[in-house]
């Protein structure tokens, strides 16, 4: 991340960061979940720490240790999520969302192990909508505070993959979308990333394929000119 080490343009700011994918339980051994590691949302911490911010990282189910000088809040499901990020935000200069949020979590939770044997079997499982924590960010967000957003898409019949970033931009009111194209597939977990930078100005800028290191460094240079 060409010697972050050396610049501290970040001091004095504070940052929360969501990182990795929730898990909504079914029963007390199964969950629904996804397959984001966190490698990226934890690169955004490590950087930004490294440039001098205090940084919280909300980590949801993130196989690592935390980057030096990170406070980590660990969290398992979309709602714990939620709450911890809600209770960290106020006081932050920038939120950024990398976090793979499940969009529909298992309606009840069973007490025990659903049993394959038992009387009754379960076609279908019941889903319920999660909260969206981006969009309820940026209705509570403080003022002069950026709320960045995390996005992966495909291209479709209905649009490409900017086009659709486009409207979630517009849709979801943040201050900045990061944009990873995954039509190609095999992102999740890769230690290398590519994306476009959209913001709500207008203006987008890509970031070549490289470590999520260098992305992330990217992300930061797109905040900075942009807080107060
Ligand atoms: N996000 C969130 N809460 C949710 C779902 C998503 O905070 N319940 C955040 C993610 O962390 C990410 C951004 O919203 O920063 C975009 O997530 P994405 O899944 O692409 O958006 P959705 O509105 O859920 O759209 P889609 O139908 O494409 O899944
Ligand atoms: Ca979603």
């Given at each position: 991340a060409g010697g972050d080490v050396l610049r501290a343009d970040l001091t004095g700011r504070r940052v929360v960061v969501s990182a990795g994918g929730t898990r909504e339980p079914l029963d007390p051994v199964r969950y629904l979940g996804n397959r984001s590691s966190g490698k990226q949302g934890w690169a955004l911490a490590r950087v930004a720490a490294a440039r001098g911010a205090e940084v919280v990282l909300v980590a949801a189910n993130v196989d690592a240790p935390a980057p030096f000088g990170v406070r980590v809040v660990p969290v398992g499901t979309a709602e714990e999520l939620r709450t911890a990020v809600l209770a960290e935000?106020?006081?932050?200069d920038v939120v950024v969302m990398t976090a793979a949020v499940a969009d529909f979590r298992p309606a009840s939770v069973a007490a025990t192990k659903l049993k394959k044997?038992?009387?009754?079997?379960?076609?279908s499982v019941p889903l319920v909508r999660n909260p969206d924590v981006l969009a309820e960010l940026v209705t509570k967000r403080t003022p002069g505070q950026l709320v960045v957003g995390f996005a992966a898409e495909t291209g479709d019949d209905t649009g490409d993959v900017l086009a659709h970033a486009r409207a979630k931009l517009a849709r979801k009111g943040c201050d900045l979308l990061v944009v990873n194209?995954?039509?190609?597939?095999?992102?999740?977990?890769?230690p290398d990333n590519a994306a476009v930078v959209l913001a709500a100005d207008g203006t987008a800028t890509e970031v070549p394929r490289g470590s999520k290191d260098a992305v992330a460094a990217a992300v930061w240079e797109a905040v900075l000119p942009r807080l107060p």
């Open positions: 935000a106020p006081e932050a044997d038992s009387a009754r079997e379960p076609d194209d995954v039509s190609g597939g095999g992102v999740f977990g890769r």
